[in-house]
């Protein structure tokens, strides 16, 4: 695993929104680069980017938390996270978005982040977390690791291509949470 400075995850505030933004486009293009399309990759702009998640700031239950390297006071990964918007209504919270720039995966920072997420959405009386999941994503085996089990498939429209993605589900999200309770 490697090692970083200090991280502080927190709730995501509206001076983070530019670097939210960033790293949404960053992460896309160094994580499905040669997946999607190029044409859609480098249309992706932090602008729209910025105005999409300020825009979801103000959508009651949904959450933001950043993960922030405080040697530098940048954000280096964020989730979204809310009610369930697309699957059954067994499946109470989904995660919209987990996203760390690549030079800090395998810190165990996303990791953090989806416990706080857990840890959160217990506390709203939640009782399951799912995500959908590129299927293609090289990342994949990051939610297995954490718990999830593939529940389902879906496609979603990117560029104008379809693209199939997986749906995991997390049923007892106090083992995911490590029984911790929402902090940040």
């Not at 530098?72 to 918007?85: Q, S, W």
């Not at 416990?115 to 990051?142: D, I, K, M, Q, Y």
Request: glycine letters at 8%; hydrophobic letters at 45%; proline letters at 3%.
């Amino acid at each position: 695993m490697k090692s970083f400075r200090r991280i502080d995850i927190r709730p995501a505030g509206p001076d983070d929104i530019m670097m939210i933004a960033s790293v949404i486009v960053e992460t896309w293009r160094s994580t499905f680069r040669g997946l999607i399309s190029d044409a859609f990759l480098d249309a992706m702009s932090i602008e729209e980017q910025a105005l999409r998640h300020a825009r979801r700031m103000r959508v009651v239950d949904v959450f933001h938390l950043v993960a922030v390297d405080m040697s530098t006071n940048r954000v280096i990964g964020f989730a979204n996270y809310g009610k369930a918007r697309s699957m059954p209504p067994r499946f109470d919270r989904e995660l919209y978005a987990l996203y760390i720039l690549k030079e800090f995966q395998g810190a165990g920072i996303g990791s953090a982040l989806v416990r706080s997420v857990a840890a959160h959405c217990r506390e709203l009386g939640g009782a399951s977390l799912f995500a959908w999941v590129l299927s293609s994503n090289p990342n994949r085996a990051f939610y297995e690791r954490l718990g999830a089990v593939a529940v389902g498939q879906g496609q979603v429209s990117l560029g104008g291509e379809n693209h199939d993605q997986t749906a995991y589900r997390w049923d007892n999200l106090a083992k995911l949470a490590g029984e911790g309770r929402f902090s940040a």
